[in-house]
């Protein structure tokens, strides 16, 4: 069974300039998540899709990060501007169904490093 | 206070050691445990849930004591491909499925 699909893998960008992760989850996957994880911290939750709907995308920085899964299925993340301080890893999971007994798998992730 | 928090090591064990992780956690009303495994620049895996009774798998066994909100990860006879990070997950208290990290406790594991 595929995994989890991400890309790019990597990007490098300057300050101010925009960028766009993509995000293909396990096929039948109802669940989405986007999380962040940056250098020595634990992967912290942006937001969660179920279906085409956000179910939490309390901890999204809105005035800069936007993020969508029209169709339900794939998903994009964009940081328009970027800063310093979003160089992080950007990690997609998914899951069968929300909630907790349902296990996430996540994808390899985007490296971003804003410079 | 941090939701979860871990002591980040780095633990450096000779091939063979038994190594222990703490992790305390500040909901009370958290539900659902977990160790996650990291290794260098690669996706976070689930290594095992923690269930109020305690579990083992194989070399394996996590604990939790819910009173002192706190739960930990038993390793022994370590091998040199349990060098990772382990991460300490629990559930938001919000039945969502939203995990909630620790920073990471490294593990390096030395011949």
């Known amino acids: 069974e595929a995994g989890v699909a991400q890309s790019p893998r990597y990007k490098i960008i300057e300050k101010r300039q925009s960028v766009a992760f993509w995000c293909n989850p396990i096929s039948g996957h109802a669940t989405l998540y986007w999380y962040q994880q940056i250098l020595g911290q634990g992967p912290k939750l942006l937001i969660q899709f179920q279906n085409n709907g956000v179910v939490d995308d309390s901890q999204l920085p809105k005035d800069r990060f936007s993020a969508e899964r029209l169709k339900g299925v794939d998903s994009t993340l964009k940081i328009q501007p970027a800063k310093l301080e979003d160089s992080a890893v950007y990690l997609c999971a998914s899951s069968l169904e929300q909630g907790g007994s349902y296990e996430q798998y996540f994808g390899p992730g985007t490296r971003l490093t804003v410079t | 206070r941090k939701e979860v928090e871990q002591d980040p090591g780095p633990f450096n064990v000779p091939e063979g050691a038994t190594v222990a992780f703490n992790c305390t956690y500040s909901?009370?009303?958290?539900?659902?445990f977990f160790w996650y495994r990291q290794d260098c620049r690669k996706e976070p895996k689930l290594l095992m849930s923690?269930?109020?009774s305690g579990n083992e798998d194989g070399r394996f066994t996590a604990q939790l004591n819910r009173a002192s909100q706190y739960i930990s990860l038993l390793i022994r006879d370590s091998k040199l491909s349990d060098s990772a990070t382990y991460l300490c997950v629990l559930h938001g208290s919000s039945n969502t499925g939203k995990l909630i990290f620790g920073q990471g406790t490294t593990l390096q594991v030395k011949p």
């Open positions: 909901n009370s009303a958290s539900q659902s």
């Open positions: 923690v269930y109020s």
